[in-house]
């Protein structure tokens, strides 16, 4: 064996991302409330990208186009989504002391004033179709606090907050009360004291340790008086109730079945989930992306671009580039770095944008039917299959739906949820609506099962099995038929 220190040649491929592609699959998988915040910090940040106001007045004003037109082609040309973004003249030619550059270095036709604009709306545009972000969660104690110590000591609202910090997501005890009391060094008793006043919080039902003690508290804070039936049913019948014995329970209290249905109906109306009565969780808003109107006959995408800065490169960079003999050589270095960076920007907002308009066009295509007819026409789809007829790769379309929405008549989608697979021409999503739909009209005596489920859509010409029934209903929030019998 000889050891030693020799030269090898050898033939490999590999494939390294370009930034420009970095940053085009960057911008292509963040949402439009994600990419206003992006446009803004690289305006902040990059003196060579400007915003017009794009006035009829202003100088640059006919330089300003609209996002919906090909502009960036006129300044670079733009790679295709899934293949390698080739080196163009502006990564690969360096900067050399006194040597002279030309604009066309940046952009290979003379056309610097072309921009990129997502429309020239300003934030306090009424009519906006973005709404605010959802804001932070506030925790229950934050909630509640406030109102506990007005009416409890220092000590007790120490033991209050404590008792709040140790409930579960829908506001129930997770201890039992002689822990509490063991960690805070107090009584159970006083413990007991203070979970009373917690309790009876208006409107009541929090920090109990079950359904039931929370059904009553409810029940007491209504003026239901102790005699009353519903309240009979929470404190005597509670196992009953729960199996739906209402005959048993109506010879026990010594009244009919339908009163006892009557009285349950009333229980029915209660929180189920004290903890959401005080501390709603703020909604999370969104910004569709696109929105899909008629036009006369024809379904059209039109995309919702009002909030976002109308861009353009800076005419005094580009004029450094254009005269670098009348420039210092940092200066045209500064110059030329920034505008590769502002047209690289520029290039991945115009890819964004373009498979974006490709993908809704394509799913206007395939579901036009659910445009017309409702949802439980969507027809079945796959990432993999769009991806084929636009071109790109399946990851190029998985980053494209992410996070984004598409506003139509029947409500703000998901692009996601047009991609789904099913059965034979069904998607899933619309199967579960089929299911939801037969659950919903069914006999609550006599509810459906499973397997009758599963012969009704087979009579429409959907044919899964029991299990995949089960799993969608399981998927819907459905209980099994045995729950769902009414009383």
Not at 292 to 303: I, S
Not at 366 to 387: E, S, Y
Not at 397 to 404: T, V
Request: proline share 6%; hydrophobic share 40%; aromatic share 6%.
């Amino acid at each position: 064996m000889r050891l030693g220190i020799g030269l090898e040649m050898k033939q490999q491929l590999e494939m390294r991302l370009t930034p420009q592609l970095i940053l085009q699959m960057k911008l292509l998988q963040v949402s439009a409330l994600d990419l206003e915040q992006l446009v803004r910090e690289e305006i902040e940040k990059n003196p060579a990208l400007e915003e017009s106001d794009g006035s009829p007045d202003s100088p640059e004003s006919e330089a300003v186009a609209s996002i919906s037109e090909p502009v960036i082609e006129a300044a670079a040309p733009v790679p295709a989504e899934n293949a390698p973004v080739p080196e163009t003249h502006e990564t690969q030619i360096e900067t050399r002391p006194g040597e002279e550059y030309t604009i066309n270095e940046l952009m290979p036709q003379d056309n610097w004033s072309a921009t990129v604009s997502f429309g020239a709306g300003s934030d306090d545009d009424e009519g906006s179709a973005v709404e605010l972000a959802a804001g932070p969660d506030v925790r229950l104690a934050e909630c509640l606090m406030p109102r506990l110590r007005s009416v409890l000591s220092e000590d007790d609202a120490r033991v209050a907050e404590f008792i709040l910090e140790s409930l579960d997501d829908d506001g129930f005890l997770t201890m039992s009360d002689e822990e509490m009391a063991q960690q805070q060094g107090v009584e159970v008793d006083h413990l007991r004291s203070i979970l009373f006043a917690v309790q009876r919080l208006e409107p009541g039902g929090i920090a109990c340790h079950d359904r039931r003690e929370s059904f009553l508290v409810q029940l007491e804070l209504a003026g239901v008086p102790p005699t009353a039936l519903e309240r009979k049913l929470l404190a005597d019948h509670w196992d009953l109730l729960m199996k739906k014995q209402t005959a048993r329970i109506a010879r026990l209290c010594g009244v009919t079945e339908d009163e006892v249905r009557e009285a349950v109906q009333r229980l029915l109306n209660l929180e189920t989930r004290p903890a959401r009565c005080f501390a709603p969780g703020t909604p999370d808003y969104v910004s569709p992306d696109y929105s899909v109107e008629w036009q006369g006959d024809q379904l059209v995408a039109k995309v919702n671009d009002e909030r976002f800065p109308r861009l353009r490169l800076s005419q005094h960079y580009v004029e450094i580039l254009k005269s670098p003999k009348s420039h210092a050589p940092e200066q045209v270095q500064f110059a030329r770095q920034k505008l590769q960076r502002a047209l690289m920007f520029l290039k991945g907002i115009e890819s964004r944008r373009r498979t974006l308009k490709r993908l809704v066009e394509l799913i206007i295509e395939q579901q036009h039917d659910f445009f017309i007819r409702g949802k439980q026409h969507l027809k079945p789809a796959t990432l993999r299959q769009a991806a084929d007829i636009i071109g790109v790769h399946a990851s190029t379309i998985s980053r494209a739906i992410a996070g984004k929405y598409l506003e139509t008549e029947l409500g703000i989608f998901p692009f996601g949820y047009f991609f789904k697979a099913g059965a034979g021409d069904k998607s899933r999503t619309s199967i579960k609506q089929k299911i939801q739909t037969m659950v919903e009209a069914e006999d609550k005596q006599s509810p459906l099962s499973d397997d009758e489920l599963c012969s009704r859509l087979k009579l429409e010409e959907i044919g899964i099995s029991r299990r995949t029934v089960a799993k969608y209903r399981a998927e819907l929030g459905i209980p099994g038929c045995n729950d769902r019998k009414g009383f």
